[in-house]
């Protein structure tokens, strides 16, 4: 009776811990793709700082030639 238990016990403990694995990886999967986004972020901001001139000539005249074909 003793070792029946034991051996429900033991199977239970490792549903238990593989569990508590899976519930750790996916925390630093989800943990992970938040710092990727950031990094993302300040790569954007930091690419649109050092060609700031360069963006903003680009969408001027990118308005200038849309309001031109608009007749405006």
């Known amino acids: 009776m003793f070792e029946k238990l034991k051996i429900c016990f033991g199977i239970f403990k ?12 996916e925390r630093r999967k989800r943990c992970s793709d938040m710092v990727a986004v950031i990094v993302l972020i300040v790569v954007v901001i ?15 005249a990118v308005f200038d030639k849309l309001t031109g074909f608009m007749g405006s």
């Open 14 to 25: 490792k549903r238990i811990f593989l569990l508590f694995i899976n519930q750790f990886q």
């Open 46 to 60: 930091a690419v649109a700082t050092v060609f700031r001139t360069q963006l903003t000539a680009a969408v001027t």
